[in-house]
C-alpha cells in the first residue's frame, strides 16, 4: 500500500499563531486532499491541493486561513493561519490517484493540533 | 447529491461472533464504495472497496462488504470478530467520473467494540 507521512505529528501552539503541516508521499499521485477531523467524529474535506494551481476549498474553508502549497505530485503542505482554540482537530492529508492503483486514496497518519 | 449514512452509532459485538457494520448511500451516477478503518490516535487505513464486478468484495484482516444495488447498501462484514477489531469504521462513497478522481463522501463513522 501506499506511504504518505506528515510533519509534525502533533503540535501545541498558541493563539493567533500559524502552523504549517507537511505530507509526502513515496510516489507521484495526480490527487491530493486535506481533511480535517474532530476526535471521533468523521472527516471534513477542507480542499484539493492542485499541483501547479491553486487549491480548490470546500464551501467553509478559505484560502487567506488554510493557504495550501503542491509544488510537485509527491508533496503538499497546508497551512493553519492566525489560529484559534477552534482550530484544534486533526489534520489528515489524503493522495489518489497513484500509478498502480489509480481509484483509492490512502489517508496520512495525521496532525493532531491542539490551539490554546 | 452524494451522501453516506452509517444508522449506528456504536456496534457491540462478542469475539467470535460474526459482526456487521451498515452503511447505505446516494449517487447520482454509478457508485465507487469504500470502507476504512481508523484506530486510536492513527490515521485511516483502507479496507476495502467495491468498483465493479463481484458484489462481495473481500479486504483486509478477513473483512468482507457485499453491495447491494437496490438497497443501495454497502455493509461490512466479518464471519469472527476480534478484540483488535476494536475501532471506528468509516464508509465512503466516490461517484464514478471516469479517469477523473473525484472527491470522497464519508459517513460519519461507527465504533466498534469487540469484548472479548
Known amino acids: 500500500s501506499a506511504v504518505i507521512s506528515q510533519k509534525p505529528s502533533r503540535d501545541i501552539c498558541q493563539r493567533g499563531t500559524s502552523l504549517t503541516i507537511q505530507c509526502q508521499v513515496d510516489s507521484q499521485v495526480t490527487m491530493m486532499f486535506w481533511y480535517r477531523q474532530q476526535p471521533g467524529q468523521s472527516l471534513t474535506l477542507i480542499a484539493t491541493?492542485?499541483?501547479?494551481?491553486?487549491?480548490?476549498?470546500e464551501s467553509g474553508f478559505v484560502i487567506d486561513k488554510f493557504p495550501i502549497s503542491r509544488p510537485n505530485l509527491t508533496f503538499s503542505t497546508l497551512t493553519v493561519s492566525n489560529m484559534s482554540p477552534e482550530d484544534s482537530s486533526i489534520y489528515l492529508c489524503?493522495?489518489?490517484?497513484?500509478?498502480?492503483?489509480?481509484?483509492?486514496?490512502?489517508f496520512g497518519p495525521g496532525t493532531r493540533l491542539t490551539v490554546l | 447529491a452524494q451522501s453516506v449514512a452509517q444508522p449506528e452509532d456504536q456496534v457491540n459485538v462478542a469475539e467470535g461472533n460474526p459482526l456487521t457494520v451498515k452503511c447505505t448511500y446516494s449517487?447520482?451516477?454509478?457508485?465507487?464504495l469504500f470502507w476504512y478503518v481508523q484506530y486510536p490516535n492513527r490515521g485511516l487505513q483502507f479496507l476495502l472497496k467495491?468498483?465493479?464486478?463481484?458484489?462481495l468484495v473481500k479486504g483486509s484482516y478477513g473483512f468482507e462488504a457485499e453491495f447491494n444495488k437496490s438497497q443501495t447498501s454497502f455493509h461490512l462484514k466479518k464471519p469472527s470478530a476480534l478484540v483488535s477489531d476494536s475501532a471506528l469504521y468509516f464508509c465512503?462513497?466516490?461517484?464514478?467520473?471516469?479517469?477523473?478522481?473525484?472527491?470522497?463522501?464519508f459517513g460519519r463513522g461507527t465504533q466498534l467494540t469487540v469484548w472479548p
Open positions: 489524503s493522495a489518489g490517484g497513484f500509478p498502480r492503483v489509480t481509484d483509492t486514496q490512502y
Open positions: 465512503a462513497v466516490r461517484e464514478d467520473r471516469g479517469s477523473t478522481l473525484g472527491r470522497l463522501y
Open positions: 449517487v447520482s451516477g454509478n457508485p465507487y
Open positions: 467495491y468498483i465493479t464486478g463481484d458484489n
Open positions: 491541493a492542485n499541483q501547479g494551481s491553486e487549491a480548490t476549498y
